[in-house]
């Protein structure tokens, strides 16, 4: 009877549906693309819709089956129908990051008409490889693609179009991105976003610039924690995916375990393996009891929820995906890696299966070494201005821009100071963004000589030094206070023997005199230069 129909019940008709359309039949009878269609306006009549989530199998096919979330849950929030201006996912490897890109991009384009997505990688060969093995067979293969494409529409590698108007565009900007400039775009995804300079995102992020819409997406597997992706997790919400324990509490609830490095990613890992790991049991344990978790019951949490309205980002690792901890194999593996097989160094294991920042020492000085060393407070003129007291000689240095390998670069300046131990302590420091204008520069370095009142000025001589020294003399810098240093060619023998010199509040004189005429000092020091 119609009356004891489940789909006639609003408490079942969601999950009755959706279950059908993910299994591709009902009662074992195969359903139709009119049947889905059919099915699926019931959702959206029952106010069973919040997101395309539930869309997604109706619209779209992967390897000939309706394609879910049902083993890809972590990314639902990217399809979400209320979307912020911009969201990051920064993933470790396989985690079907390019897969859930690849549909959401598909249903945006459908379901808006008029809509222009900008895809942007590094390389060419990643494009190609996205449009073709992606986003191609999720076109060939949906159900209703008649509905979608024609013979008027662009199916090319670079350019997919659809019948709404709606567009998807593929590029790439490794060295640069001037490539990008001339295109408009009402959404711009930037996938190996690690791999891209940071200085190119600017001028991608101009494309959108007439857009209504100007939705941005970042998408990547992190390096080092000066890299790109970094900086960007840095300014999002930073959320990360608390997953419970049923077998113990904290403080009277569930223990949470939360998968990063900082906290219980490698503890979660240290369960025992079993060849009978599945989604009923995990390999997943707690890091307070050890037993076995389920990330399937997780969920996200943001550490700054002011920000998750304009720029969310998602941190998933492979330990919360069905796809490892619920298949033997792929487990093992994780833990081999984790132990070093195959020459897997840690900074790959934490880099390629957590998507976490992990640093070197291939660096001469990594992020982590002046993070552990910053503790002198903020980069203020004023708190550095009541810290002056404590040193033996403060120096104000620095470091002329305006060239660079990529032909942009700026001046740094920075305040130091020379304890009575002799240790060297960095007490402030600005870039300037004037690389060009020397007589600025010049004026504003003056300011700060004013008002830090150092024993010396260190520069670089090299290049338009000499030009750059000039200006800094007529802005009013005692030329007796100006030290010039370069970088020379080491030879064989003493150039000019370091014991010459002796670095005093009167500048730097060679040792054993005393103050000089500044011509004469200048002259007698053959211009004074520092072997470094």
């Known amino acids: 009877m119609e009356g004891t129909s489940p789909?006639?019940?609003?408490?079942?008709?969601?999950?009755?549906?959706?279950?059908?359309?993910?299994?591709?039949?009902?009662?074992g009878k195969p359903l139709s693309p009119s049947e889905r269609v059919a099915r699926f306006v019931k959702i959206a009549e029952g106010g069973g819709m919040k997101d395309l989530v539930n869309a997604l199998p109706l619209l779209l096919n992967l390897k000939g089956q309706p394609y879910t979330l049902d083993d890809h849950f972590p990314f639902e929030d990217m399809f979400r129908f209320r979307m912020a201006s911009g969201i990051l996912f920064k993933t470790g490897r396989q985690v079907a990051k390019s897969t859930d890109m690849a549909s959401h991009g598909?249903?945006?384009?459908?379901?808006?008409?008029?809509?222009?997505?900008?895809?942007?990688?590094?390389?060419?060969?990643?494009?190609?490889?996205?449009?073709?093995?992606?986003?191609?067979?999720?076109?060939?293969?949906?159900?209703?693609?008649a509905l979608w494409q024609n013979t008027d529409t662009v199916n090319s590698v670079l350019h997919r179009s659809f019948t709404n108007r709606s567009k998807m565009l593929f590029s790439y900007a490794f060295l640069n991105a001037d490539r990008i400039r001339g295109i408009s775009a009402d959404k711009v995804a930037i996938d190996e976003v690690q791999d891209m300079q940071r200085d190119h995102l600017p001028i991608i992020r101009e494309t959108m610039s007439a857009s209504k819409w100007a939705l941005r997406q970042f998408t990547g597997t992190p390096k080092t924690l000066d890299n790109t992706i970094q900086k960007l997790w840095e300014e999002s919400s930073q959320a990360e995916w608390f997953v419970p324990c049923f077998h113990c509490t904290t403080g009277g609830y569930h223990t949470w375990n939360i998968p990063t490095i900082d906290y219980?990613?490698?503890?979660?890992?240290?369960?025992?393996?079993?060849?009978?790991?599945?989604?009923?049991?995990?390999?997943?344990?707690?890091?307070?009891?050890?037993?076995?978790?389920?990330?399937?019951?997780?969920?996200?949490?943001?550490?700054?929820r002011e920000r998750v309205r304009d720029f969310p980002g998602y941190h998933i690792p492979q330990i919360i995906m069905p796809l490892h901890y619920a298949d033997p194999s792929k487990w093992s593996e994780l833990l081999q890696k984790q132990q070093g097989k195959g020459n897997t160094p840690p900074n790959?294991?934490?880099?390629?299966?957590?998507?976490?920042?992990?640093?070197?020492?291939?660096?001469?000085?990594?992020?982590?070494?002046?993070?552990?060393?910053?503790?002198?407070?903020?980069?203020d003129v004023h708190e550095a201005r009541k810290k002056m007291g404590n040193?033996?000689?403060?120096?104000?240095?620095?470091?002329?821009?305006?060239?660079?390998?990529?032909?942009?670069?700026?001046?740094?300046?920075?305040l130091l100071g020379i304890r009575h131990n002799g240790c060297i302590d960095v007490l402030w420091g600005k870039r300037l963004l004037t690389p060009h204008d020397h007589i600025l520069e010049a004026i504003e370095i003056k300011q700060y000589w004013d008002y830090f009142k150092p024993h010396m000025l260190a520069h670089d001589y090299t290049g338009a030094g000499s030009l750059r020294e000039t200006f800094m003399i007529q802005s009013g810098i005692p030329i007796n206070r100006i030290f010039p240093c370069e970088y020379v060619v080491v030879q064989v023998?003493?150039?000019?023997?370091?014991?010459?010199?002796?670095?005093?509040?009167?500048?730097?004189?060679?040792?054993?005199?005393?103050?000089?005429?500044?011509?004469?000092?200048?002259?007698?020091?053959?211009?004074?230069?520092?072997?470094?």
């Open 106 to 145: 598909i249903v945006t384009a459908v379901s808006i008409p008029d809509f222009t997505t900008l895809y942007v990688m590094p390389l060419y060969e990643q494009v190609r490889r996205f449009s073709t093995m992606f986003v191609a067979p999720f076109i060939d293969q949906s159900p209703v693609r």
């Open 348 to 379: 790959v294991f934490w880099n390629e299966v957590f998507g976490e920042s992990y640093d070197t020492s291939a660096k001469i000085v990594t992020m982590t070494e002046l993070d552990a060393v910053s503790n002198l407070g903020p980069n």
């Open 7 to 27: 789909l006639n019940e609003p408490a079942q008709l969601s999950n009755v549906i959706v279950t059908a359309m993910r299994r591709h039949h009902n009662n």
């Open 391 to 414: 040193y033996a000689m403060r120096v104000l240095a620095v470091d002329w821009g305006g060239g660079g390998e990529k032909g942009l670069s700026f001046t740094v300046a920075a």
């Open 493 to 532: 023998g003493t150039v000019l023997p370091r014991r010459r010199y002796r670095a005093t509040s009167a500048g730097a004189l060679p040792r054993g005199q005393g103050p000089v005429a500044a011509a004469d000092l200048r002259h007698d020091q053959s211009r004074r230069t520092a072997l470094l």
């Open 264 to 304: 219980h990613g490698e503890a979660m890992t240290r369960g025992k393996w079993t060849p009978d790991l599945s989604e009923k049991t995990p390999a997943t344990v707690c890091h307070k009891c050890g037993g076995r978790i389920s990330p399937r019951f997780g969920r996200w949490i943001h550490r700054y």
